[in-house]
């Protein structure tokens, strides 16, 4: 979700909706199971406070072990501003595929520098708290339709921020942008990447009542498409969901640049967006502390440990493989990396590996991302609708997620930020 915009396009959840969403149960349980009795984080600052999923998923206690350090991020977003508190010394030289006046460094919207705090913010002078500080940024600047209405623009911004991404230092890619329209230029951008053997993590969407359409580059076979939930585990009529959803991300009630002043931050959903971020902060994680690992193996590892109350190997199509916890990895060593060469998303054997770890006796059992899985139908949920105004699906204290958020379209693909 784009922080401080304004455009009347931009979807925002009615207050009065919450109310006649399933699914209330505590999720913040569910983030760190295992590890019952660690105390809350004790972060002074008012807006780390508010960063609910931090405490939930131990990140203080990852800390210890790691904090991503070593792992670059390419963000491909509205840019990233590296002036802010909690930003200063965790930027380095990326793209800016607009076009347009400026560079990678000028946020127009506030919305890419709020991703690039939450994966890799110090949290220094109040800011947001990164899930992995320790890693380091590289933005790639690309458009949404209103700075295309007022600016003469690459067309193809998306393809080569994707392109750059995977030519750059970054091991993970993290786009919390998206278009209801797949391009020819954009999928071969995103198989590049994967050739390059990066780990590439967007938003699913938030249009379910306006048809539900895949969602891209999340939809992309070779992309990690992630899903949003909140601390309560509500779930939401409007959340996109099918085989595009891989995993689920904490994305709501998380604070945000208010505008392009980045003068205070704001409550609010932070939706897909927010949950893409913290998924890549996630991954950033595992792979520091496994430096030899490759992306399959990182990504292999994320599912294995991801919270669900269903048989391993069949998918949720609100939750994917569960709700994503590194901890179990981080501070439990559970996690089956599986074959090095082998994606968990589309099965097959993928090159651009440099890692030096032994294949597993066999690869993943995860199914393949956009093949016909097996949902998951749980005890009091249903995958049908109930009524006009519910979905049900509760994961026996492991709630469903939510996808939140609205945002601004580009071009004939009407892109967006989730």
Known sequence: MTAGMSQTRKRRTPLGMRGSLLGTVAVAAAWSMGFAGVAPSAIAADVQSKQWYLSAMQAEEMWKV??????????????????TPSLKGQVLKGLDATGADGDEYDDYRGHGTTMAELIAGTGKGGGLQGLAPGAKIIPMRITDTEFQNEHSVNAHDSEDAIRAAADSDAQIISMSFGSDFPGNEEREA?????????????????????????????????????????????????????????????????????????????????????????????????????????????????????????????????????????????LKGKGDPGAPDISPLTKEKTSGSSASATPSASASSQPAKKEKAEDVAVAGSSTEKDDDSQLGLILGGVAAVIVLGGGAFVLARKRRTA
């Open 190 to 330: 995103v198989k590049y990447a994967q050739s390059k053997g990066k780990l590439f993590f967007a938003s699913v969407g938030n249009n379910a009542e306006e048809g539900n359409r895949e969602h891209y580059p999340a939809a992309y076979p070779q992309v990690v498409g992630v899903s949003s939930a909140d601390r309560d585990g509500k779930v939401a009529e409007y959340s996109q969901n099918g085989n595009i959803v891989d995993i689920a991300a904490p994305g709501n009630d998380i604070p945000r640049w208010c505008d392009t002043t980045f003068q205070s931050y704001c409550d609010g959903d932070g939706g897909t967006s927010a949950a893409t971020a913290i998924a890549s902060a996630s991954a950033a994680l595992v792979w520091s502390a496994h430096p030899d690992w490759t992306a399959n193996q990182v990504l292999n590892v994320l599912f294995d440990t991801a919270s669900r109350d269903w048989k391993k190997g069949t998918l949720s199509k609100y939750l994917g493989h569960g709700l994503i916890r590194p901890s179990m990895n981080i």
């Open 66 to 83: 790691t904090t991503g350090e070593g792992i670059k991020v390419a963000v491909i977003d509205t840019g990233v501003n590296s002036l």
